[in-house]
């Protein structure tokens, strides 16, 4: 079936960068997604790639997609305080109704 | 533009009692997805509703829980005769375009119930 994998938790201090990894099965799919929770808060897009490409920059923000080994990362250069959250990588199911979620990387940040 | 609005932001409930949540998507959005998040776990889908029509409830419990989208008003969650593993945050989002395109869905802020 289709299943999203992600590291727990990640730590890093206020201006490294942070990266976070995902794993995911379905090889057919055609957009991944990176989502960011802030405590009490719903969900907030942060990017997505589409499955032909291999990179997406926006801003502090590096998307990169192997798609031979089904990885996807998130890169935030110039981590933040505020960047304290968690983040969620998400596939498209096959029928492309719904979002398969990983269970989240806590990223904390520390001063 | 208001966001997805999700109500009420906290639901406690005993067990046997019925919760019912809501969710009124942007403006202009006529697709609905609902999801439940338990302790420690990433989003699970539950149902995908249109106005008035249920497009895919793959992930919903077969007993106790029920969806719907009205013509008018907002989609509602509905779980009746809540037990303690039903305790979770439940995400509702919506969008203006569904199945097989990519758009973003927009989340609300969510429902906590909590059974007692």
């Known amino acids: 079936g289709e299943d999203v994998e992600q590291s727990l938790f990640l730590s890093v201090r206020e201006g490294d960068s942070s990266v976070i990894n995902c794993t995911y099965t379905?090889?057919?799919?055609?957009?991944l997604y990176w989502y960011k929770q802030e405590p009490g808060a719903g969900l907030q897009l942060l990017t997505y790639?589409?499955?032909?490409?291999d990179m997406k920059q926006d801003q502090r923000l590096t998307v990169l997609l192997n798609k031979k080994d089904k990885h996807l990362s998130l890169r935030i250069a110039d981590t933040q305080t505020g960047d304290s959250a968690i983040y969620f990588c998400a596939e498209r199911d096959q029928a492309g109704t719904a979002l398969i979620f990983g269970k989240g990387t806590t990223l904390s940040v520390s001063s | 533009n208001a966001g997805v609005m999700q109500n009420p932001r906290h639901l406690v409930r005993r067990r046997g009692q019925e919760a019912r949540l809501r969710c009124s998507p942007m403006?202009?959005?006529?697709?609905v997805y609902w999801y439940r998040q338990l302790p420690e776990e990433g989003l699970k889908f539950m149902v995908y509703?249109?106005?008035?029509?249920?497009i895919d409830e793959s992930g919903m419990p077969k007993e106790r829980f029920s969806a719907e989208f009205p013509k008018e008003g907002p989609s509602i969650l509905r779980i009746q005769q809540v037990v303690r593993g039903d305790s979770a945050a439940y995400f509702c989002a919506s969008s203006p375009w569904g199945q097989g395109r990519n758009t973003e869905a927009f989340f609300g802020q969510g429902t906590r119930l909590t059974v007692v």
């Open positions: 509703l249109q106005k008035e029509n249920i």
């Open positions: 379905d090889s057919s799919s055609t957009y």
């Open positions: 790639i589409f499955s032909n490409m």
């Open positions: 403006k202009g959005h006529s697709h």
